[in-house]
């Protein structure tokens, strides 16, 4: 059993910086995926990125390509999510969530996931 808690939303003006962190409890395996994923209300849950918990093997949104960017800690078993350059349309609930790796094809998934957090608010003022 995994428990993922996130922490590093909260408000921050267009253009800046925020970085989420994932804290894993229990063991993350090798062949695990970590993903992260946002949810504005009336929205379904959308992809933002995603890295392999092995090789660090990362996968983006088009949307958040060249402004985000996935890591990982394993010996602190924490992923993190670096935010930059962010839009007011950045503006959502983050949740990370980690699953076993199949294929880069289904990363981006989210009913590959079986462990979700419990989100974390970031908000981007115009």
């Known amino acids: 059993q995994v428990q993922l808690a996130e922490s590093g939303g909260g408000l921050v003006q267009t253009g800046g910086s925020l970085k989420l962190a994932c804290a894993a409890s229990g063991r993350i395996f090798a062949g695990y995926v970590m993903g992260w994923f946002r949810q504005t209300p009336g929205k379904e849950r959308e992809f933002v990125a995603a890295i392999t918990w092995n090789v660090g093997s990362t996968a983006y949104a088009d949307s958040v390509k060249g402004r985000f960017t996935s890591s990982r800690d394993n010996a602190k078993n924490t992923g993190y999510l670096h935010m930059n350059s962010l839009k007011p349309e950045d503006s959502a609930v983050y949740y990370c969530?980690?699953?076993?790796?199949?294929?880069?094809?289904?990363?981006?998934?989210?009913?590959?996931?079986?462990?979700w957090g419990q989100g974390t608010q970031v908000t981007v003022s115009a």
């Open positions: 969530a980690a699953g076993s790796f199949r294929s880069r094809s289904t990363m981006s998934r989210a009913a590959v996931y079986d462990y």
